[in-house]
């Protein structure tokens, strides 16, 4: 749009830029994911971990209640991922 100035020069001014009504909702799913992929990345270390400490012969080295809470751990991150899966 243009207009006219007491000086004969034509300025042009630019309409507002309106932020689109999805645009906080876009933010928002973002971040659920990107925090949804660290959560799983976080399971399969711990995994990763509880089977290298279960399978790996370290399992003898360990106390008796840290020993079921690495079984524990195993079997509810393999549950997650086979159910994640099949999904």
Do not use: Y
Not at 22 to 47: P, Q, V, Y
């Amino acid at each position: 749009m243009e207009h006219a100035s007491a000086a004969g020069m034509t300025t042009v001014v630019v309409p507002e830029e309106r932020r689109l009504p999805e645009a906080g909702l876009n933010g928002i799913i973002l971040r659920w994911a990107f925090i949804d992929k660290a959560i799983s990345g976080f399971g399969a270390l711990a995994l990763a971990w509880a089977t290298i400490v279960l399978l790996g012969g370290f399992s003898t080295l360990i106390k008796q209640k840290d020993f079921w809470f690495v079984t524990i751990i195993s079997f509810l991150e393999a549950t997650r991922l086979g159910i994640c899966k099949i999904s």
